[in-house]
């Protein structure tokens, strides 16, 4: 199961906007292609959006026809486009530095085809590395998950959402396979049903017990005493701890500190921005307000109801128990132990 993979001179992109029904492939032949599947969510998840920007990247150096010397104006503008795409994931713009740095290193050389196939060696890196990283992530965080624990998760965090694997769904998967006997709420997450789509899914195929609830169940879960944590992705993590993940995400984590519920956010540090020092400067992507006027292509509200979107929110890092990344658990002050794990 996988939500991008090279081959050849094109990336394969599974348009994830499709399932569960129905499994689609996106053949992405130019950078164009990778910014329009990306904006569209056909692929999304903030790792797996990093490693098709990077593939991007490539996309862009293999099509230009012009003069050498403007190559590197040719990059800088696909850099610019692949960031316009969704411009809260800061593994996006990660991805992309590494790309453009590995240009540089690359640029002095008269061979373009040698370029071209550097910088395809570093798109391979960087979804080599989100792999690893998963891996890691899903070690660390078995650590805090106790054998019969009731895990309530939002969004979709698995393999569709990276490079390979998962990071919040990631924690559970290695629960799972380490013997742990475990259950899962899937959260909707609607507007696009994420949860419902693509996180249940992911758990039917694993075999992992769980249950689908709305959105607004999770609250009665937990005054039922039914849930023992909450695991969730991000998407950019601020250098105080503030987390910017998917809408639904700030309800849960206040829910979760009213009923005294470990709250733990997964993923890897690239997705750290030390840049940022809170979850003030993040900007929050708004999308149209179609996802919320129809459902299933179906029109539910009339055409003049007002609609506000906003595809994530930000969660205060006074509600967060812990950071896992693949470096280990972070805990609280995070202002100076996220410092200290991205130096290790």
Known sequence: MKA???????????????????????KAESYLDVADAIKKMEIRGA??????????????????????????????E?????????PTAVNL????????????????????????????EEAHAISEDDR?????????GNEVVTDKANILTHCNTGALATAEYGTALGIIRTAQSSGKKIHVYAGETRPVLQGARLTAWELLQEKIPHTLITDSTAGYLM???????????ADR???????????????????????????????????????????????VEERDGAEVRFFAGIRIVPEEVDVYNPAFDITPSKYITGIVTEKGIISPPYSVNLVKMMVK
Do not use: C
């Not at 640029?107 to 395809?120: A, H």
């Not at 005054?223 to 992705?233: A, R, S």
């Open 78 to 86: 696909v850099r610019i486009v692949l960031e316009g795409t969704r």
């Open 223 to 233: 005054q039922q005493g039914k849930i023992d944590m909450v695991i969730v992705g």
């Open 132 to 140: 690893k990283m998963n891996k890691l992530i899903g070690e660390y």
């Open 237 to 283: 993590i601020a250098a105080n701890g503030d987390t910017a993940n998917k809408i639904g995400t700030y309800a849960l984590a206040v829910l979760a500190f009213a009923h005294e519920i470990p709250f733990y956010v997964a993923a890897p540090t690239s997705t750290i921005d030390l840049k940022i020092s809170s979850g003030a400067e993040v900007t």
């Open 4 to 26: 991008l993979e090279w081959q050849g001179n094109h990336l394969l992109i599974l348009n994830q906007t499709r399932l569960p029904f129905e499994q689609q492939f996106r």
């Open 47 to 76: 790792p797996a959006i990093g490693a098709a920007a990077a593939y991007g990247f490539v996309l862009g150096a293999l099509e230009y026809q012009g003069k050498d010397e403007d190559l590197s104006e040719h990059l800088k």
């Open 93 to 120: 713009f990660w991805a992309l530095r590494r790309m453009e740095n590995k240009y540089r290193e690359l640029q002095d050389l008269e061979d373009r085809e040698k370029i071209s196939e550097g910088l395809l």
